[in-house]
């Protein structure tokens, strides 16, 4: 009998009790047995591919939605596209959710291209009116997903949704705030730019609770990046390569090292961009964005450098002394001509106000500037012309306001449109009732000697102003003044007035009008008494009142502390000025 065991990989033949076919029946059992492990490990893999099917097939539905979606972006139209994601919307994860956004906003910024202003056809208006219903329904949806979102796709979806300009709406607010606020910890670098920059885009200001979370987050991630030197910037299992790193990388032997702004200063102005506008004051934050700046001070664009002086002169921190790598960067910036002139009239209202703008600076923006009037908004031209008298005031020696500048002029008549330009508030009203009560008479909107002023309320026969400050006076966060409003300060205490300050926040706490009339009395009594004072002293100088600048600070309203200990930092620094303690 003979076996033939061709199928076994043995060639030849061999008995049934030759060691041949001992070797051969060995064999024979071997194969069976590893037959049996393999039918039972695809049995295994059947049992869990069954159990595993169905999400299987929804991965594959979301792949093929997704390139479908992307082939209708290439090929097909806006409503096409629209009308298949909000069919399929329910079987995206957040990812896809994401990315298709991504795609819509591709295709409406190429349907708003490609769509001529003289196109009134009824296809056009349809597709508009479609885009818009459609944007609504997906937005609504994202609201019951939002639990679902990790940090990369809920940044990729604000991204989105500023691209598209959408009008968010309160519910949705509320639940992208609270997500936020759940995922603190677990934001990238990247994940917080791209927040940063969606709020400023759609001018969303979010709650304190909120720019806490983000603020805390930030601080974090450039702690840790000034100990370790990386950066999570896009994944967390990976750090981002340092600037020398990403440099090098790609260039070849061309040995080329252009400027690019590392990835730290990215995350740094888009939050100091948010924060400013939020007007958020974050000790520890804004110590850490300075210091990022400082340290990155020779990667920072011209463009980015108003916004980070803009964070500091409005919350007042860090202090201007800190800050010299980023004033002396601006003032070079100024005298050598490399800012555009409507970036030119930020930096200086900046550098003014941080009280940094030396004469020569001033006169240099003023050169550069010239013949540019037609091109600035009156926005801007009120902002330099403010600078101006800044810089006026701190060197009154300088002659800046004798400039023979067309911009000047110009500037000049756009402030003063400006200052007249004021609407009386409920708060101010109420402090006129109140100081009538009194026996006083004072002016609303009272318009200073030179014109380039007007006060809240004024009593000009004795020479004092009362600002009625309102929570736009101050951080959302903090009982602080900010950066404006104590450049608005000096300017009418420079021009000889007694300033009364009255906070809002605090006028709330004198709850009757009997508390109310006693607190004003008691605070102008002692204004008279300390003006009073000043002019005798002035008198015996023989200096005029006009031109001395004297600083007078009178906080009399009860609850004020807190307010006192930020308004102390104030001093002019003039020839001549005289200080005078608050009256407390």
């Known amino acids: 009998m003979r076996a033939s065991p061709a199928s076994h990989g043995f060639h030849g033949s061999a008995t049934l009790h030759s060691p041949r076919s001992a070797e051969l029946r060995r064999h024979c059992a071997s194969c069976g047995v590893q037959r049996v492990r393999s039918c039972a490990s695809r049995s295994i893999i059947l049992v869990q591919s069954q159990t595993n099917r ?73 597709t508009l009116m479609t885009r818009h219903h459609q944007v609504e329904l997906l937005m609504k949806q994202l609201g019951t997903k939002m639990p679902e979102f990790d940090d990369d796709s809920l940044s990729l979806v604000f991204k989105s949704l500023s691209q598209m300009r959408a009008q968010i709406s309160d519910p949705l607010k509320e639940a992208l705030s609270a997500r936020i606020i759940e995922l603190q910890d677990k934001f990238t670098a990247y994940s917080l730019m791209q927040l940063a920059r969606s709020f400023n885009t759609l001018a969303w200001y979010p709650a304190p609770e909120v720019l806490k979370a983000i603020a805390d987050a930030v601080v974090a991630l450039l702690q840790a990046w000034h100990k370790t030197k990386k950066l999570i910037f896009f994944w967390k299992q990976k750090p981002e390569p340092t600037f020398e790193e990403r440099l090098l990388a790609g260039k070849g032997n061309t040995g080329v090292q252009t400027k690019r702004k590392p990835y730290t200063l990215k995350l740094t102005v888009a939050m100091a961009r948010l924060i400013s506008n939020c007007e958020y004051h974050h000790t520890e934050l804004q110590s850490n964005l300075a210091a990022d700046a400082i340290r990155n001070v020779d990667s920072l664009f011209m463009g980015d450098l108003p916004h980070m002086l803009k964070l500091f002169l409005r919350l007042r921190h860090p202090p201007a002394e800190q800050l010299t790598p980023l004033l002396d960067l601006a003032r070079k910036g100024v005298e050598r ?49 403010q600078s101006v ?46 100081l009538e009560a009194c026996g006083f008479r004072p002016q609303l909107e009272y318009a200073t000697a030179c014109g380039n002023f007007s006060l809240d309320l004024a009593l000009p026969e004795m020479g004092i102003a009362i600002e009625a400050d309102g929570p736009s006076h101050f951080a959302t966060n903090k009982h602080m003044f900010l950066g404006e409003s104590i450049s608005r300060q000096r300017c009418i205490l420079a021009r000889g007035w007694v300033l009364i300050c009255v906070p809002s926040f605090v006028w709330q706490t004198l709850t009757t009008r009997q508390a109310q009339m006693q607190a004003m009395q008691e605070v102008l009594e002692e204004a008279k008494k300390l003006r009073a004072t000043i002019t005798e002293s002035l008198q015996a100088s023989n200096r005029p009142w006009e031109h001395d600048g004297v600083l007078l600070k009178i906080w009399q309203l009860p609850a004020v502390e807190v307010i006192v200990m930020q308004t102390q930092e104030l001093p002019i620094h003039e020839p001549g000025a005289v200080t005078v303690t608050d009256a407390l």
């Open 389 to 434: 008298l800044l810089v006026a005031d701190q060197y009154p020696t300088s002659g800046v306001l004798a400039e023979p500048a067309a911009i000047l002029s110009a500037a000049q008549s756009a402030w003063s449109i400006n200052a007249r330009d004021n609407t009386v508030s409920q708060f101010q009203m109420q402090l006129h009732t109140t």
């Open 54 to 126: 169905a999400s299987q097939k929804r991965a594959k539905k979301r792949r093929d939605n997704l390139k479908l979606s992307k082939d209708l972006f290439q090929c097909g139209t806006l409503s096409e596209l629209l009308n298949f994601t909000h069919e399929n919307i329910d079987s995206y994860t957040p990812r896809h959710y994401a990315q298709t956004m991504q795609l819509l906003v591709k295709a409406m910024k190429r349907f708003e291209f490609t769509t001529s202003d003289e196109d009134e056809s009824d296809s056009t208006t349809n």
């Open 337 to 385: 001509r490399e800012f555009r002139p409507r970036t030119l009239c930020m930096v200086l209202w900046c550098l003014s106000l941080l009280q940094a703008c030396p004469p020569q600076t001033c006169k240099a923006g003023m050169s550069t500037l010239h013949n540019c009037e037609g091109k600035l908004s009156p926005g801007l031209l009120s902002a330099f012309y």
